[in-house]
Structure formats: C-alpha cells, structure tokens
C-alpha cells in the first residue's frame, strides 16, 4: 500500500499514482543528496511516462523547534524545486526511445534517456528515469484486515503483496553542497501535477502510509466519517496546509490514531487537553526530514530525527527514508506502543530484490510482473 492507490483520483489516474517517496544520502556518492519519486503502481516492464505530468520535488530548510512542540519544526519560505517532464510517447523515431528533462533550482536543465542506466548528468545533477522493480514491502491484506478486526493479524512470516510488481522510477541525485546552498536539515515532498500553463496538484506525498492507513479509514470518524479526504489532503501544500479542510484532517487522524493505539489494550498515547492525538500534528508535517550533515544509513534512519526531537535529543541518523529500510514494522509499532513494547512486526523483513548501493539504486524491473488486481 504505502501510497500506492491513495484514493479515488490515483485508482482512476494510475500515471499520476506516487506509489512512494525516498530521500537519503548516497551510499555511493558522499555530498549527495538522492531523490527517488515511484509512480504507476502495477507498471509494464515497457510503461513510460506522461507527457502530460510534471513530477516534482520540494525540499525547504528546517529548522529544530522546542521538543514541546507538536511539530517540532520551523518551515523556511526558501525552496528548492526540481522538476522533471517527459516527451510524448507516441513522438520520436522509436530509436532513442522517450526523453527527459529535469529543471534545478537555477532554471539549469538536464537532459536524460528513459532506462538509461547511466542517467544524465551536469550542473551538480544525475537523472535516471525508467520501470524498476517496486521496493516497498508490506503484508497488506494482513495490515487492512487488521483495521478491519482491530486484532494484529500479521504472521510471521507475512508476506509482500503482489511481489514482483513494477513501477516507474524517477531518481535524482543532488550535490547539496552546489544545489542546497549549505543547507543541513532539509524537508522533501514529492508531487505530480499537470502540465502546461496552469499546474494542478494530482498527488503529494511525504511519509509512507499516512494517507492509506492513517487517514483512509472512515469507521473511527465521529465528524466526518462519511467524508473520502483523501484527495483533498493529495492538493494541499504539504509545508502550509490551508484552513479550510485542517479541522477534518485533525479530526480523522486524532480517531484514527486512537484505533490504532488501542490494538494492544493499553494506551500508549494519552490525548492532551483538547482531545488531540500526541502525533497527529508532526504527521500533518508531512514531508521526509534528511539531515545533510549524516551519512548513508541503511536501516533505522526512517522518523529518527523527528522522534529524537520529541525526546529532546540530537539525531543520530540521516532521517529521511531509504530504499532497504523496514519502515512498516517502524510506523506499526510507533503507532501500536509507542515504542513501550515489543517491535510490531508485519513479517516482512526484507525485499525480494532489495536495492543496490549503486545508482540508480533500485533492482531492475521484472519482466513478468503480477498483474494489477482487480479494481474495486
């Protein structure tokens, strides 16, 4: 799941789909920063992208806040953007196959070849662009029937959904000495919009499985539970809410949440005065957080920096997400037990061909992937 389907627009637009968003520092290359957008959940190995579509990246400077504070972080008004499009499918000579262009910051332009493995390069940027095969594991029907009995019903070992399942990659390495301007701790979204004169956001994605698993379930909802917001929260702005829907947001999450603490039996998580969920402003924050100043972690690294804020205590980690790392097993348990009790595991550990330490970084596509499931 991850964001995988993340609501009615993504089950009717797949192309626009992000599946999930990585942030970490290159194992491979040290100064740089890797940006990995996945999109079309269930891809072709021979899918290529829209013409139509801008697949960007947001990254603003953070700055750490009181750990009394419920989002622990200051949001800066500077941003960097990258933006990648593609050229039409249909157009071209069949030999070179579809190309790219990713845009800095600066306004510098990238060009690249889908599937080339070398990617493109310049300015203080390496693109690449192609099906690879999709890194998130999770045992999802265990995770949804779950929700549905409110009894753990993972097993070990669990099982990863529709395993060998494509999606398009889109990664973009960045020499954050030359492109960040000696930024340190930096926050990343990824979004997909339409392209022309007028840019609409399709989706926006930060952490995994806020939308699907936090926000998703209606049944908990005492305000809105007949309300499908998840589209609505894919056009916000993930560094400024707007006014408008941030009640209903806060609504959802706080019952949601509160679900999801009671599954042991115990409450790990007791609301503050105003019937607020402990967690539920840092997930309205909802953007990966990288600390530039760390190397490469493999694992563990995924919601260090914020948790080790609420604690009041330095990172020790990267942050951010990487490709390998179990984050699953992290959010179930952070949000079962807080971390009080033993590790929820969903058992699935690893993947089937988990990424490599090379760019372009993720396991290259299967060529006889399951088919997409039937839609609901």
């Given amino acids: 799941m991850s964001d995988h389907i993340s609501g009615p627009r993504a089950l009717a637009e797949p192309i626009a789909d992000i599946t999930d968003v990585y942030a970490f520092p290159s194992p491979e290359r040290q100064g740089h920063l890797v940006l990995v957008q996945n999109t079309l959940p269930f891809a072709q190995p021979s899918a290529l992208f829209s013409d139509g579509l801008v697949y960007r990246f947001r990254l603003r400077p953070l700055a750490a806040g009181a750990a009394s504070d419920p989002a622990p972080f200051a949001v800066a008004e500077e941003e960097f953007v990258f933006d990648c499009v593609f050229s ?64 753990l019903a993972f097993t ?17 390495e960045v020499d954050h000495a030359e492109r960040l301007d000696g930024v340190e701790l930096v926050g990343v979204v990824a979004e997909t919009l ?32 007949d309300l499908e917001i998840r589209d609505l929260y894919n056009m916000e702005d993930a560094f400024h809410l707007g006014a408008c829907y941030r009640q209903a947001y806060r609504a959802r999450l706080n019952a949601n949440l509160v679900f999801w603490d009671s599954i042991d039996g115990r409450i790990d998580w007791p609301a503050d005065a105003n019937g607020g969920h402990p967690l539920t402003e840092l997930l309205l924050a909802d953007f990966l957080i990288v600390d530039l100043t760390k190397p490469y972690s493999e694992h563990g690294s995924f919601l260090e920096i914020e948790l080790a804020s609420r604690r009041g205590e330095r990172c020790e980690s990267c942050g951010g997400r990487t490709l390998n790392d179990d984050v699953m097993d992290t959010i179930f348990t952070l949000l079962v037990n807080a971390g009080n009790g033993p590790i929820i595991r969903d058992g699935v550990d690893r993947a089937t061909r988990p ?13 006889d992937p399951p088919p997409r499931p039937e839609d609901p």
């Fill in 355 to 367: 990424a490599s330490r090379a760019f372009p970084y993720l396991a290259p596509p299967n060529p």
């Fill in 194 to 225: 339409t392209r022309g004169k007028f840019n609409v956001r399709i989706e926006r994605v930060g952490r995994p499985e806020v939308k699907n698993m936090m926000l998703a379930p209606k049944q908990f909802d005492p305000v809105n539970r």
């Fill in 88 to 151: 039409d499918p249909a157009a071209g000579d069949g030999a070179r196959g579809q190309e790219g262009a990713c845009t800095a910051p600066t306004g510098d332009t990238i060009a690249f070849r889908v599937n080339d493995e070398q990617g493109g390069s310049g300015h203080g940027l390496r693109v690449f662009a192609g099906p690879r095969w999709d890194p998130f594991i999770m045992d999802a029907p265990a995770a949804l029937k779950t929700i549905a009995t409110g009894k």
């Fill in 156 to 172: 070990d070992p669990g099982s990863i959904f529709l395993d060998g399942k494509n999606v398009m990659s889109l990664v973009v």
